[in-house]
């Protein structure tokens, strides 16, 4: 039973235009979450995270938001470039080394 | 230089086949893991391994094994090789810290099970 779900498999955004990506838990133990960029042919990589304590992290064009009480978090990519076209899985830990992961969803920014 | 190396990157086999995927480190990182990808599933932990001696199953470890022959290296096996092993599979280190650790993945093994 997935524990963590991203619910759009894509997403097509203009570049310059905001790019919100969207991810729900389960688990109500999670306390830490991550987001992981991944271009084709490469690994996930590391992209922002946030700790359940907080309710916004910001790190240059990304932000995430977190909303404990809805079980939700968001990335929000501003202002989408060319290069932002990935997929981008959203993870979440009990802040230990199990990472529990959604499916993924994929960015295309159009020109 | 890649910090996280796989090999091979494709393989197609058949089943029944023992296939061994090895995953190699240059950063000296004492935690080593492997995932599996499938479509519509994200990520999922196979096996993990904090230093040389000490391995642990993760979520979906049945058909699966792994040998931690140094720090740096981290072999997955599969002693038979059945059809839905079919997967993108990522191996990942991270250093540990307080709280949670940062993984870093190498590029991944596109495996085919005929």
């Known amino acids: 039973d997935q524990q963590v779900k991203q619910n759009s498999p894509s997403l097509s955004v203009q570049e310059g235009r905001i790019s919100i990506l969207n991810c729900d838990y389960t688990n109500s133990m999670f306390d830490y979450f991550l987001w992981y960029k991944k271009y084709p042919a490469e690994g996930p990589t590391f992209l922002i995270s946030?700790?359940?304590?907080?309710d916004k992290n910001e790190d240059g064009r990304f932000t995430v938001f977190l909303n404990k009480s809805a079980k939700h978090l968001s990335l929000h990519i501003v202002p989408s470039q060319p290069g932002d076209s990935a997929v981008y899985f959203c993870?979440?830990?009990?802040?230990?080394?199990?990472?529990?992961f959604g499916a993924g969803t994929t960015v295309t920014v159009r020109a | 230089d890649a910090d996280v190396t796989q090999t091979p990157r494709n393989r197609i086999t058949k089943t029944g086949k023992r296939i061994m995927l090895e995953c190699s480190q240059t950063k000296g990182h004492d935690r080593m893991y492997w995932y599996r990808q499938d479509p519509g599933l994200g990520l999922r932990l196979i096996y993990y391994s904090f230093d040389v001696k000490d391995i642990n199953k993760g979520e979906i470890s049945d058909g699966y094994s792994v040998s931690r022959q140094a720090q740096a290296k981290f072999s997955l096996s599969l002693e038979s090789a059945i059809p839905n092993q079919t997967a993108l599979y990522f191996c990942a280190t991270s250093e540990k810290t307080v709280g949670t650790d940062t993984q870093y993945f190498g590029p991944g093994t596109r495996l085919t099970v005929l």
């Open positions: 993870a979440a830990t009990r802040h230990d080394y199990k990472l529990s």
């Open positions: 946030i700790s359940s304590i907080k």
